[in-house]
């Protein structure tokens, strides 16, 4: 009986988590029928799939295949993944496992692909339930573990669920009843805190089964009568049928041969109804064990008689071995005892040639280890042969050895001097270049700061004064309406000319960035290119607060990201910009980066660039004794950090 439970409880795995019936299947034939080629009508197959694989796998199959097909064709990641583990759902059914396990590890490959975690962690529990399947229980449990930590961490609830519902089923099958139950309970807690009943019956049902093999009879019928309420009420005839055929098992085992009997042939009638032909067999076989304990015997013979014949179509050796067995029970009792005999031979058969096929391949897998430790030995010995052999030689190199190491010392000696000589050299030439470096760039600002006060106080003010001057004029003048016009237009041409001299002296040397220090500056410059609509600029300060970085340096840094700003909009065609600012008090350390989603480049080519717009930056990071990581790639936009000290 404990094996009959066990298969039961992994076909209820493949059970849908909802009720499906025929009315609802016409709706969605309707919907598909109006739909178009776009995303609602992958949705619409997904659905057709999952109604019909319970009652018509090859309509699922048909309607599955579309949705893959069409998700494929539309790029449609998310109803790909879904399409694809619904095709693994239908292949389960089958009882196809190695199809299924090849299936599910694509299906990780392509989730992880997407990197999207959702996708991951369902792809996860998928492989480990296939794995489990396969008889691969450790690699199973440590994949539905894997995806119940994503879920975890992406608190998901429905993801949750499915992942303690996955162990449970895990646990059992490793008749670790114990963590089985924690599982089960946890996912009924959680199916019942998200109302989802449907999920709420199924998880109710495994826990069941569990309390049924662990003999916690009382909890086990308490939980199966609550499981069979459920399924009536939302009309789940295939949850009904293994809720009853679990009532029929624990009132078997607890020798209530009456109410065991009830329980089957109520489960027989439905199982019949549905057309499962699994829960036939295994009902039939209950039922015939049933009427033998009772001293029914004919009754008992041709109930094990209809299983037997059922679990030969399905193939189901070992279910056939156990009904056999029960079958010589049957005979013996009933004064046959050549039928007995045969049957009770049959069966042993099957034990033996079982058995047998065990004993073989351990006694193969015995032999492997011992040629392998047959050749692992020759090996030793030959080693240590060598071995022997290369002593000698080493002694007789050591000397010659000795010399050339000494010879060679000397000369590295020699080399190495020439190499302290040549990096003073080297470091005097490059704190030259530097020296000149800050002369130019020091020049260069005191330049722009004079220009732009000159702009901003002399320029400025007698654009101001003439504007003033000429309004002044307005008052007292008499002029045509097309003069009036053209004077107007004049006045606003002015003050055009005014604002652009303002925006040039503020280039040139930001007011804000001598009052208010570098990251207000940056943070009012990214802002205004984001104002005029060029580019969406998004700028980011960590640990700027009390920032008291030098005003040559901010003043440099403020230069490489206007010119790095300037590159993304010219030649990179980006839409969006990343500016961030990050200072680190306790490594002494400024990072600056600046991110693009434009046409990005084969960063080889810098290396042949005459271009002034990288020198000047390369040259100001140099100036500030820093550092740049520069990835891009043709169609990758573009990411640059810059890391000075500070």
């Given at each position: ?5 066990t298969?039961l409880f992994?076909?209820l795995c493949?059970?849908n988590s909802?009720s499906q019936d025929?009315?609802?299947i016409d709706s969605l034939k309707?919907?598909?029928k109006?739909?178009?080629?776009d ?10 799939t999952k109604?019909?694989k319970?009652?018509?796998?090859a309509?699922?199959y ?5 949705a ?6 539309l790029k ?7 399409s694809?583990?619904s095709?693994?759902s239908l292949?389960?059914i ?10 599910s ?6 989730a ?5 975690s959702?996708?991951?962690a ?9 794995y489990d399947?396969n ?8 994949y539905?573990?894997?995806g119940l930590?994503?879920a975890?961490?992406?608190?998901d609830?429905?993801l949750?669920q499915d992942a ?6 895990l646990y059992?099958s ?8 924690i599982?089960?309970q ?12 449907s999920r709420?019956?199924i ?9 049924n ?5 009382d909890?086990?019928?308490k939980i199966s ?6 399924a009536?009420q939302?009309?789940?005839k ?5 809720a009853?055929?679990n009532l ?5 085992r607890t ?6 009997l009830?329980y ?7 199982s019949?109804?549905i057309s499962?032909k699994?829960?036939?067999s295994?009902?039939l076989a ?6 033998l ?11 094990l008689?209809?299983a037997l ?5 399905t193939?189901?050796k070992?279910g056939i071995a ?7 029970d ?7 005892p050549?039928?007995?005999y045969d ?9 033996d ?8 391949q ?9 040629e ?10 030959q ?6 052999k290369?002593?000698l030689?080493?002694?007789l190199?050591?000397g ?31 704190e030259?270049l530097l020296?000149?470096?800050e ?9 722009r700061?004079?220009?732009a ?5 002399g320029?400025?003010?007698?654009l101001?004064?003439?504007?003033f001057?000429?309004s002044n004029m ?10 009036v016009?053209?004077f ?7 003050d055009?000319s005014?604002?652009e001299?303002?925006r ?5 040397m930001?007011?804000i ?5 570098l990251d ?6 990214c802002?205004?290119i984001d104002?005029?609509?060029?580019l ?6 960590v ?16 230069r490489?990201v206007q ?7 010219k030649?990179?065609n980006a839409k969006n910009?990343?500016?961030?600012l990050h200072q680190?008090?306790q490594e ?5 980066t ?6 990005g480049f084969?960063t080889e080519?810098l ?13 100001r ?14 169609g ?5 950090m ?5």
């Amino acid at each position: 009986m404990k094996k009959l439970v066990t298969s039961l409880f992994i076909l209820l795995c493949f059970l849908n988590s909802y009720s499906q019936d025929l009315q609802k299947i016409d709706s969605l034939k309707r919907l598909l029928k109006l739909s178009k080629e776009d995303t609602s009508r992958v949705s619409l197959l997904i659905k057709l799939t999952k109604a019909n694989k319970n009652n018509d796998i090859a309509s699922a199959y048909k309607y599955c295949s579309e949705a893959i097909n069409l998700s494929k064709k539309l790029k449609y990641n998310k109803g790909l993944f879904k399409s694809l583990t619904s095709e693994i759902s239908l292949i389960r059914i089958e009882g196809k496992d190695g199809l299924a396990l090849e299936k599910s590890k694509s299906l990780v490959q392509f989730a992880e692909s997407t990197k999207d975690s959702f996708n991951i962690a369902a792809g996860y529990l998928t492989l480990g339930e296939v794995y489990d399947n396969n008889g691969d229980n450790k690699n199973g449990v440590a994949y539905c573990l894997k995806g119940l930590s994503i879920a975890e961490r992406m608190n998901d609830r429905g993801l949750l669920q499915d992942a303690y519902a996955a162990l449970q089923r895990l646990y059992f099958s490793r008749t670790e009843f114990d963590k089985a139950v924690i599982y089960g309970q946890k996912a009924i807690d959680l199916a019942k805190a998200m109302g989802d009943k449907s999920r709420v019956m199924i998880q109710s049902y495994n826990l069941a089964q569990t309390y049924n093999l662990i003999k916690a009879f009382d909890k086990s019928i308490k939980i199966s009568n609550e499981v069979v309420r459920m399924a009536k009420q939302a009309g789940d005839k295939r949850v009904e049928v293994y809720a009853l055929y679990n009532l029929c098992s624990v009132n078997l085992r607890t020798n209530n041969l009456n109410d065991a009997l009830t329980y089957g042939e109520q489960c027989l009638a439905i199982s019949k109804e549905i057309s499962d032909k699994s829960i036939q067999s295994n009902v039939l076989a209950a039922i015939g064990s049933i009427y033998l304990q009772l001293g029914q015997n004919k009754e008992a013979e041709n109930n094990l008689l209809q299983a037997l014949a059922l679990r030969e179509k399905t193939e189901d050796k070992q279910g056939i071995a156990d009904v056999q067995n029960l079958l010589a029970d049957v005979y013996f009792a009933m004064g046959q005892p050549k039928k007995a005999y045969d049957f009770e031979k049959a069966s042993e058969d099957f034990s033996d040639n079982y058995n047998q096929s065990i004993l073989a391949q351990q006694s193969s897998d015995l032999e492997k280890k011992y040629e392998t430790q047959k050749k692992e030995s020759q090996i030793r010995l030959q080693q240590a042969d060598i071995k022997r052999k290369n002593i000698l030689n080493y002694v007789l190199l050591g000397g010659v050895s000795a010399i050339l190491i000494i010879s060679v010392l000397a000369y590295r000696n020699y080399k190495h001097r020439q190499k302290l000589q040549q990096a003073k050299i080297d470091e005097l030439e490059t704190e030259k270049l530097l020296t000149a470096t800050e002369g130019i760039l020091k020049g260069e600002e005191q330049e722009r700061t004079r220009l732009a006060k000159d702009l901003h106080d002399g320029l400025g003010g007698m654009l101001s004064g003439i504007k003033f001057s000429l309004s002044n004029m307005k008052e007292n003048l008499i002029m045509t309406p097309d003069n009036v016009h053209a004077f107007e237009r004049s006045i606003d041409m002015l003050d055009s000319s005014i604002k652009e001299m303002r925006r040039v002296a503020h280039n040139m040397m930001p007011e804000i960035l001598v009052k208010y220090g570098l990251d207000a500056a940056l943070k009012e410059f990214c802002a205004e290119i984001d104002r005029s609509g060029v580019l969406h600029v998004n700028y980011q300060s960590v640990g700027m607060q009390n920032a008291n970085i030098q005003q040559t340096t901010s003043i440099t840094i403020y230069r490489i990201v206007q010119e790095l700003l300037n590159n993304a909009m010219k030649h990179a065609n980006a839409k969006n910009v990343l500016v961030q600012l990050h200072q680190s008090d306790q490594e002494k350390l400024l990072a600056v980066t600046v991110e693009d989603d434009g046409n990005g480049f084969d960063t080889e080519l810098l290396k042949q660039s005459a271009g002034m717009g990288w020198l000047n930056i390369q040259n100001r990071i140099e100036f500030l004794k820093g550092k740049i990581d520069l990835q891009s790639g043709p169609g990758k936009g573009t990411s640059i950090m810059i890391e000075i000290n500070i």
